[in-house]
């Protein structure tokens, strides 16, 4: 399964004409790619993880998607503002568990702790 460490909802806020460009350091060339291709690790998590850290991204992608765009506009947020740090509060989170570090950290408490359970710990899962 390939895994997305920066959810792809996040990643079509950049997208235009279907085509994001990508800026390659060690080249110094800036090419045009499909949001598809990038931020990805092919079998990051187990499928069972990824799903539910998807479905969790997904209770939160209207509400980052609407804050994105009063960013890019300069308009109000048109959602309380404690609705505001909860939702970045969590995909901070959930970002922090997509990383390198936080899988091999995570492997040996969820030998002890299932994945719901630890969410639920770090708040960003209701119980």
Same mark, same amino acid.
């Given at each position: ?23 390659? $350091?060690?080249?110094? $060339? @800036?090419? /045009?790619?499909?949001?598809? $291709?990038?931020?990805?690790?092919? !079998?990051?998590?187990? +499928? +069972?993880?990824?799903? &539910? &850290? *998807?479905?969790?991204? *997904?209770?939160?992608?209207? +509400?980052?998607?609407?804050?994105? @765009? ?9 959602? /309380? ?17 997509? @990383? ?6 995570? @492997?040996?408490?969820? !030998?002890?702790? *299932? ?5 639920? +710990?770090? *708040?960003?899962? /209701?119980?």
């Amino acid at each position: 399964m390939r895994n997305h460490y920066i959810p792809r909802f996040i990643l079509s806020n950049f997208v235009r004409n279907r085509v994001i460009h990508v800026h390659d $350091k060690q080249d110094g $060339k @800036t090419r /045009p790619t499909n949001e598809g $291709k990038l931020f990805v690790i092919r !079998d990051f998590y187990q +499928d +069972d993880l990824e799903r &539910l &850290l *998807g479905e969790i991204e *997904g209770t939160l992608s209207a +509400d980052l998607n609407s804050m994105l @765009t009063s960013c890019r506009t300069g308009a109000p947020f048109r959602i /309380p503002i404690s609705r505001v740090l909860e939702c970045c509060r969590q995909l901070l989170l959930l970002q922090l568990a997509r @990383t390198p570090y936080a899988k091999k950290v995570s @492997t040996t408490a969820l !030998d002890e702790v *299932g994945i719901s359970e630890l969410l639920e +710990d770090l *708040g960003v899962w /209701p119980k």
